[in-house]
């Protein structure tokens, strides 16, 4: 019975390490000031046309953006106009594939949890910022 | 002999116990002859232990010691045989399953929070493959905001995407 201890944590360290191996992802975070001064969608910015388009702007500028490797529980937090932070916390997988997140603005009282699959986008906008309002889309793919 | 005994034995024998005490384990002494033995075999070892102490070491004690020590060579215990040495102790077993799930909780690997054997982490593992991040539509699944904001989710037609639309509430709103 006392020899099972072994067996048990090198298998386990075996599919510890196979895990690891597997949670890593890319999440790119993109801040975006959207305003009805002009027409204008940044080439980093034509993934999210269809989702743009059907908001009452018109130009719809790249302000900020990064992209940061992370493990399928880590927090990302980034600052956007109006100092304010947007928290971005990985979850786990979900059942069906997609990644889980939470996202937090701590001065808005907002919180949202959403599951993300490969390559899409969640959205969130609203913040006012220089006669526009800021819209911050948070992608994920698998590396 | 068990270890009360033992330790009243030697509470005896250092004189600490008051009389009422002393008496009883007197009483004792002469009723068990096991009790009796053990405490011959103490007084026994007091008595050496003393003599023991009043000898005079010689001169060059700690040199020869020192040398000795120099000259045995030192080795650690191996790295196997510390893992066996703890493998042996009936701990072992908790400590490695409790360590091995922390080691998989604190990586994310999912499903793995049975403490009951390895079974489930397998059976987790073959489950939920997850070797790849599912193409999919993005799902909101919660939404938790103060009641001074609209909240709107936002689907375009044949985009994966969802779009969370706050806005400040306005007395409009309300009426």
């Given at each position: 019975m006392r020899l099972l201890a072994l067996p048990l944590f090198l298998v386990s360290s075996l599919f510890a390490d196979k895990a690891l191996a597997q949670s890593q992802f890319k999440m790119s975070i993109r801040v975006i000031h959207a305003t009805k001064d002009g027409t204008r969608m940044d080439p980093g910015l034509v993934d999210l046309k269809a989702d743009l388009s059907?908001?009452?702007?018109t130009s719809f500028k790249l302000l900020d953006g990064h992209t940061k490797t992370v493990f399928d529980r880590e927090v990302v937090a980034l600052e956007f106009p109006g100092s304010r932070w947007l928290e971005v916390r990985t979850r786990g997988v979900a059942k069906d594939g997609s990644l889980k997140v939470s996202m937090k603005v701590r001065d808005l009282k907002f919180k949202a949890k959403a599951k993300v699959g490969a390559g899409s986008t969640v959205l969130l906008g609203g913040p006012?910022?220089?006669?526009g309002s800021i819209i911050l889309a948070v992608t994920a793919t698998q590396l | 002999m068990w270890k009360d005994d033992l330790e009243g034995l030697m509470m005896l024998l250092d004189g600490v116990l008051d009389p009422t005490q002393e008496a009883l384990w007197r009483a004792r002494l002469a009723d068990e002859p096991e009790l009796a033995q053990q405490w011959s075999e103490l007084q026994t070892l007091r008595q050496k232990l003393n003599e023991g102490l009043k000898e005079e070491l010689s001169p060059d004690f700690t040199q020869r010691v020192m040398r000795a020590v120099r000259h045995t060579e030192q080795v650690p215990p191996s790295l196997w045989d510390r893992l066996t040495a703890f493998l042996s102790r009936p701990i072992a077993i908790p400590i490695s399953v409790a360590a091995a799930l922390a080691l998989m909780w604190s990586i994310g690997?999912?499903?793995?929070?049975?403490?009951?054997?390895s079974a489930p982490v397998i059976a987790a593992q073959s489950a939920a493959p997850a070797s790849a991040l599912a193409s999919g539509e993005t799902e909101i699944e919660s939404i938790d905001n103060p009641t001074d904001y609209n909240v709107l989710v936002l689907a375009a037609p044949g985009s994966p995407n969802r779009m969370i639309w706050i806005s400040q509430r306005t007395p409009s709103d309300e009426g």
């Open positions: 059907q908001l009452a702007f006012p910022h220089m006669n | 690997l999912p499903s793995a929070t049975s403490p009951t054997s």
